[in-house]
Structure formats: C-alpha cells, structure tokens
C-alpha cells in the first residue's frame, strides 16, 4: 500500500504512513501528543490541528466553525491521509509537561502532611530492605582454595553475624572479577527479608568500599502522570525527581478506553511500551540530575490503580470492565526490574504495590501507608481526587474503601475550552459582582488558552456567589452584561476575549461545562455520603480528611466546598498529602516495616462497590445542584448566601 509523508510542527517530526491513516494514529507513531480527551471518538473536538501545506480527507465537523475550516483547522481524529502533508499542533492541542515539576503553593490554611523518616525511627518502623556490607576478604592462595561464593558467604556470616544468607545467580557470574578489581576489597548488598523468619539474599557486589552509594526508586504509575523519585537509602533524603505525562494519554484519557484499547490487536503491548518508556525517561533524568551510578540504585517500588499495574506488568486488563469486576491479582511477587524493560541493572527488584479491587488500586494502598491512616486513632476520611476518585474511611482498627467514577471534568475533559494544568491555563479566578467582569490568573502568568481542573472549581464557585449562575449550574439571563451570551442554543460566559488570548478565538465557560463539572463533584461527593452511611457515620462524625493526588494539592479549599465537591469542614481538620502514592512508594522503598503491614493492611479494607449499593444513587441525583439539594449539610455557605441576600433586598 502507498505510503505518504506527514510532517509535525512545531516539534519537526517527521512519520510516513500509509494512505488511509488517520492524523491521530500518525501522531502517536510520530511520539506527538495531540488532545483527545474521548479517545478518538470525534466527540471531544479538543484535537484540533492546522492544515499548513497538502490535504487530508474529513476532519470536517459540528465543533469546527466555517471560520476555523477556512483557517485549515480539521479535528486529528476525523482526517485520513491522503497525501503528503504538514500539520501544525496549535498551543491548545499541545502538551505542556514543564509545570509538572513545579510544586504547588498552596493559598490555603490547611495543614499539609510531608515524609519524616526521623518519625519512622523514633517510633521503631525504620527496619532498611536494602543493606550494604563492605568485607576485605583474604585473597586465596596456595593453601586457601576457597571458591569466591564459599568465601564471600563464609566472611559475611562470620562478620555480620548472618545466617541462611542466599546469593542470586547474576551475582556468581559477576563476583570473581568483582573481586580483584580491588584485591578482595568488596561490598555486597543485602535485600533483607519481609518477616522476620525469611532469608537475606546477597543481589549484588562491587568492588571497593560503596557503602555510602545506596539508592531506591519510587515511582507513582498514574492514569495522567507518572512521577518518579530517587532516594538515598541511608540518609531518606530525595537526590532527585521527575513528572511526566504517562505516554499512554494519546491512546485514551481514562482507564476504560485503555482497556478497550488494550483489547485490540497489539493493544496491551503497545500500552506496556508506551508507559515504560515514559518510566525510563524519568529514570534517565533523576540518575543524571543526582550524578550517581547506576549500579547503585538497588530496588524500585511503583504503585498505580489497578488497571494501570496491569497494564505495566502486561496483564490483560479486559476483566477489570466487566461485571463482576474482578482484578488479575491482588498481591504481586517481586519481579527483577529488566524483566519489565526497566533500564535498570540486571540486581534491581521491582516491588509492585498490592491492589485491593478493580477500582482501588496500590495507588490508594500506598496513600493510606504512606499517609499513616492506618496507624492513626482519629476517624479519618481519605480522598484522592481525580479522573477516578477513591475513598477510604477508618483508622488503626478498620477501613472501608470505594471508587467511583468522576469523568474527566478534573482534567478538562467534558469541558470545551478544559485542558491539564499547563502554561495558559486559568487557574484561579474572581468577578465584579456588579459589571460582573472577570479577573483571570493562568498558570506562568502568560496569555489564556484554556481552564485547568481547579480553575474550573474556582470559576464556578466564584460565579454561584455571586449570583451570576444560580443551584442549578444555568446562567442568569437578566443580568446586565454582554458577557453572558447565547451560542448555537447553549449560554455562556465569556471569560476572556479573543485578542486577549493565545488562540484565536473567546476562551468561554458553558452551561453544558457547568453541568459536566456538577456531574463529577456530585459522584465525589455522593460516593463519600454512601461509604459513610455503609459503616453507619456521617460527615459529622469525622475527625479528619486527607485530600490526596497532585490534583488536590491545587485545590482551594473553600471554593470546592461552595460546589459541594468536599465536605463542608473547618480548614484546620483537612490535611494535604500531595501525592500520597508516591510518598507510600518512597517508604516502602526505605522500610521493611511497611512492606510487612501493607498485606495487612489490604486484607483489611473493606471494598463496597457503589454501584450495586442502592443509596449512592438517590445521593448522586441530591448532589447534583450547587452545592447540594440540602443546603444545611453546608451551614457555613449557607449563612453566606443569606446575608447576602438579605443586603440585595
């Protein structure tokens, strides 16, 4: 079959396809990511592309203006290849992973929760998996013929006091020349066991005294982004770390369509490659940025949702979609890191957290461990925001755990002018109550493009307080404003202005946003009332909320109770835990004692599967109004709205 040249700008690369191929496959045989937050349905119409030079067949659709065809817009996803052609990702299409390593600035007064390995020691948890032993060994001769692995084992027990000591068979073939590189002067490292009664294996030697080179890796796995920690084993201390975006977002936004993906032909190979890839990027960035040997770094610890770990670890995730539900495995053995195509050394274990369903994963078992809920007496309840929100509810004698699916609102899917949080993106945002003209605040300080998920919270929360949009997420007609318009029977708010703008058109928010945003925080919210009912709480009831994921860390408190996405609770009893996977990983990857409780601790959560649980959905349709169908289960907003009303009159 003919084959036809397609150019990408502005990254100039180059892929020849054949004919008949659409834009969107291109791209991801060329690594361009292109917005397609439907997966390649041609529903979203977040994949726009320009025309510069040659032509394609279709890409024509409802949510391209005659305007926007004229200018050589076509939507990736409906244009087949039909000759050579360039194509120009514009800024709105594109994607920015440069914000990803910029850590959040709070604005708020909530307590934020950080790693303490002082912590961990004083309260006895501190046990390292991974320990280095330098031996000066005698060297053999005429009358010492002991074999290297005979004399190695033997000097190690008499020196370290071990017992039942095993040694990996890469480290056989490694160890004579090891050995006299430095005249018998070696280090051996130790992976120590789980339980008390197991084996310490011997995974590793190198020649000299290495002691104080002694590194892990932490790794978070998630449907968006994938971020990666490198760790000093004896300090606790990260040398460096790394986001990027998983590179599986070009092949679906959320964890459905990468099964659905994953089923067809090569799906779940090309799933496995894709974010391997983007895990040995990472890889590569924290070993050179920290400037440390490879040959170091002992083990890797990763945790991801269900689907996510399955994909990684190549297993058939086409189960986990359907009724009832039911995930491959639960507990994984530790697998050596190169037999997942980890450019790591051949000694590295991969340590992969358990899961508990098919919808809560090791992610959410590494934020419980990680956040120390399950050591903790006061009645907690854990959040972590995203694409598929998770729940857990209990403290050190019980947990309760549920999944319920919010929708890509979060991360401006659903959303006409939504996008990740990038460089443009409005992110925080305020409104004159009475011209009711906007002040908008993007991410880098630059020209808007487009609105990320808390600037979504914090447009609509701003614009409910202020009477522009009223319970039902629609807008006020009457008011005097030309911001609030009609277009093709839809009204809207016009939130920036064309020549404002990177792009050429008005960035605006619509009631049909509104509605899409009112649906993810009411399946948030009632999924928190139906787990609370279940073990017989309320709200009331809690001591504690640990808002969890790099989402949350953006969150403004205040703004998201307005829209009932959270609980209506003083700041002072809300803690931010960031990336609570992550943060699971990195102690899994520094204490034995976390990975002994963490099999615990999964066999103790209780799932209830919301969608087979009657009341979450007489919940869901109360929660789908601003905030809240019961205003009195928010007093403090409530009181708010009052007086204000009191002053119009």
Request: hydrophobic content about 40%.
């Amino acid at each position: 079959m003919k084959t036809h040249t397609i150019l990408f700008q502005p990254q100039n690369r180059t892929v020849a396809v054949e004919a008949g191929e659409s834009l969107i496959r291109a791209a991801m045989e060329a690594g361009v990511h292109i917005n397609a937050s439907c997966g390649g349905e041609g529903v979203c119409g977040k994949c726009r592309v320009i025309i510069e030079k040659g032509e394609v067949a279709g890409g024509v659709s409802e949510r391209l203006t005659p305007e926007d065809r004229e200018k050589g817009y076509r939507l990736a996803c409906r244009s087949s290849v039909t000759g050579d052609v360039t194509v120009r990702i514009p800024v709105e299409s594109a994607i920015d992973a440069s914000v990803l390593n910029i850590p959040p600035a709070p604005r708020r007064t909530a307590r934020v929760k950080a790693f303490n390995l002082e912590e961990l020691k004083d309260k006895g948890l501190f046990i390292p998996p991974m320990e280095k032993v330098f031996l000066a060994l005698p060297e053999p001769s005429a009358q010492d013929h002991l074999p290297d692995v005979t004399r190695l084992v033997s000097f190690l027990t008499l020196q370290n006091d071990e017992h039942r000591l095993g040694v990996e068979f890469p480290v056989i073939r490694k160890l004579p020349d090891t050995l006299r590189q430095d005249r018998f002067r070696v280090t051996a490292t130790l992976a120590r066991p789980v339980r008390e009664d197991g084996q310490s294996v011997i995974i590793n030697v190198q020649a000299g005294d290495t002691t104080s080179r002694n590194y892990a890796v932490a790794v978070d796995i998630g449907t968006t982004t994938v971020y990666g920690q490198l760790i000093d084993l004896i300090s606790g201390a990260v040398l460096a770390e790394q986001a990027d975006f998983n590179g599986q977002i070009s092949y679906g936004e959320d964890v459905i369509s990468r099964i659905v993906f994953a089923e067809k032909g090569d799906g779940l190979n090309r799933l496995h490659d894709v974010v391997v890839e983007t895990i040995n990027k990472i890889l590569r960035t924290i070993i050179k940025r920290a400037g440390i040997d490879r040959d170091g770094i002992s083990s890797i610890t990763l945790a991801g949702n269900t689907t996510m770990t399955q994909l990684f670890l190549k297993v058939n995730p086409r189960y986990i979609r359907r009724a009832p539900y039911v995930p491959a495995a639960t507990i994984y053995p530790a697998i050596k890191a190169v037999n997942l195509d980890l450019d790591l050394p051949d000694h590295v274990t991969a340590l992969v957290y358990p899961q508990v369903s098919s919808y809560v994963g090791g992610d959410i078992v590494a934020g419980v461990m990680g956040s120390g809920l399950y050591r903790t007496e006061e009645l907690t309840l854990f959040m972590d925001i995203g694409t598929n929100a998770e729940i857990v509810v209990g403290n050190r004698d019980w947990l309760a755990c549920a999944a319920c699916s919010a929708g890509p609102a979060f991360e401006g899917g659903g959303i006409e002018f939504g996008m990740r949080a990038a460089k443009g993106a409005i992110e925080d945002f305020s409104i004159d109550p009475v011209t009711c003209e906007p002040m908008n605040l993007t991410i880098g300080n630059v020209r808007p493009k487009g609105i990320c998920g808390s600037g979504l919270i914090n447009i609509v929360a701003a614009l409910f307080e202020a009477g522009v949009i009223n319970n039902n997420g629609k807008f006020e007609q009457t008011l005097p404003t030309d911001r609030i318009r009609e277009r093709d029977g839809v009204w809207e708010y016009v939130l920036v202005r064309q020549a404002e703008t990177q792009i050429d058109r008005d960035v605006v928010l619509t009631e049909i946003d509104i509605e899409n945003l009112i649906r993810a925080k009411g399946a948030i919210y009632s999924g928190c009332q139906t787990l609370l009912e279940e073990v017989g709480l309320t709200i009331q009831d809690l001591d504690r909320i640990y808002l969890a994921g790099g989402f949350g860390s953006y969150v403004d408190l205040e703004r998201a109770m307005v829209i009932g996405l959270l609980p209506e609770m003083a700041a002072d009893k809300i803690t931010y835990i960031g990336n609570a996977s992550l943060m699971g990983a990195r102690m899994s990857a520094m204490t034995n004692r976390i990975r002994r409780d963490v099999v615990e601790v999964t066999r103790k959560m209780t799932n209830f599967e919301l969608s087979e649980t009657p009341s979450f959905m007489d919940h869901y349709v109360a929660s789908l109004f601003l905030p809240h169908t019961d205003l009195h289960l928010f007093p403090m907003l409530k009181a708010r709205l009052d007086a204000r009303r009191a002053m119009a009159r």
